[in-house]
């Protein structure tokens, strides 16, 4: 294996050994926002989603690749993360669905794994000081080459005031059928018999969309269409939609601008659900506030309290932005939208409800694959208020 370096912007650097491409880092980028994932398991979920655009993920749970990669797991159409960070890589997978290890399909995508090094001292650290920006490379020899990758490091972008969502959307719509997936039959195309003839009209997004949220919708039973997030609201209606998704995403949700308009046109109009970045949205075009957090929410364990039934879901989580709920105000100074969930580590807000209209939304992911289920009653619940709509 080929040596392989991270650097941070304050100068820390981590070294180990290269398990994916070689060279600088994926996509013609050799820099990204160094975050750090809690999960154990659903590591090709993470490289394939889009909110981990421009990022590079470090995964605190040592042992990554032990089951391979396989078709069947991705959630977009390609890999998004900037790097991959792991305490010790598997190489040898062992797993019915596996059909090539994670090594050789990080060198596919052109995207470096670094392995080898103290992943609780790095996950320490960004929780310490906050998530960095950092570089990923395999070409460090010298003292004269640190200098050169920091300088390029310290003149790549940050997160705040970026909006990466025209990078990761759909170029034109397009309608999708696929259900979940169900072990000996794969991903099922049921009848849309919950939503009647045709199922319940839904336009969709695309802010980063995943395929699993797809899938629940259609599993829910909507007729789902997707469209590019510069669709305009009045584009939107000629649909006649039942009801309107906002996906998930990356970047910053303040800089989405157009998409926050076209939002604050169709409420009112139209019963809406958001998740994650969709979440988001929805707060500004309500007219609320969103900030950075320290170092985000990004895990298969993050407890969430619904706050009208009183329980506690886990949930997973990919989020480096949340609502300001002090931001919340509508008309004299009365909120439009009354926090329906929150987060039980640090009590940021996990979910919104409109007072009058059918609108709400979630900071974290109900359709999460391979897990937690817990929050799956959601996409029922957006069926349920197109119904009563």
């Not at 669709?231 to 998704?245: H, I, M, R, S």
């Given at each position: 294996m080929t040596r392989a370096v991270l650097i941070l912007e304050d100068g820390t650097l981590f070294e180990g050994r290269s398990f994916g491409a070689e060279g600088d880092s994926p996509m013609g980028e050799s820099t990204g926002e160094v975050v750090f994932n809690t999960s154990m398991t659903g590591y090709q979920e993470i490289l394939h989603d889009p909110s981990y655009r421009c990022q590079i993920v470090t995964m605190t749970y040592p042992e990554i690749g032990n089951y391979g990669v396989n078709p069947e797991d991705i959630e977009s159409s390609q890999v998004h993360v900037a790097g991959f960070v792991v305490k010790e890589y598997h190489p040898y997978p062992s797993n019915f669905r596996s059909q090539k290890s994670l090594g050789d399909y990080l060198k596919e995508h052109n995207i470096i794994g670094l392995?080898?090094?103290?992943?609780?001292?790095?996950?320490?650290?960004?929780?310490?000081?906050?998530?960095?920006?950092?570089i990923l490379s395999t070409k460090l020899k010298g003292a004269g080459d640190k200098k050169i990758l920091l300088k390029k490091l310290r003149q790549a972008p940050g997160m705040i005031g970026r909006n990466l969502v025209g990078e990761v959307t759909c170029r034109k719509p397009y309608h999708w059928t696929e259900g979940i997936w169900k072990l000996g039959a794969g991903y099922e195309n049921p009848p849309l018999a919950k939503g009647g003839k045709g199922g319940f009209k839904v336009i969709a997004y695309d802010l980063g969309i995943k395929y699993n949220i797809l899938r629940n919708l259609v599993n829910a039973g909507c007729d789902v269409t997707v469209v590019p997030s510069k669709?305009?609201?009045?584009?939107?209606?000629?649909?006649?939609?039942?009801?309107?998704?906002l996906s998930n995403g990356p970047g910053d949700p303040a800089a989405v601008t157009d998409v926050i308009e076209?939002?604050?046109r169709l409420i009112g109009k139209v019963p809406i659900f958001g998740i994650c970045l969709g979440h988001q949205i929805l707060a500004l075009a309500l007219g609320g506030k969103t900030y950075k957090l320290k170092f985000?929410?990004?895990?298969?364990n993050q407890p969430v309290i619904d706050l009208g039934t009183r329980k506690v879901e886990i949930t997973t989580q990919n989020h480096g932005f949340a609502v300001d709920e002090k931001s919340l105000k509508g008309k004299g100074d009365s909120p439009e939208a009354d926090v329906s969930h929150l987060n039980l580590n640090d009590k940021t807000v996990e979910g919104l409800r409109h007072r009058k209209q059918p609108i709400f939304s979630v900071q974290y992911h109900p359709e999460s694959s391979p897990g937690p289920h817990d929050s799956h009653y959601l996409f029922n619940r957006f069926v349920e208020m197109m119904k009563n709509a």
């Open positions: 392995e080898g090094i103290d992943t609780r001292a790095l996950t320490k650290q960004l929780r310490d000081k906050g998530s960095q920006m950092g669709t305009t609201a009045q584009e939107v209606l000629k649909y006649k939609p039942d009801g309107v998704f076209n939002t604050r985000g929410h990004r895990g298969g």
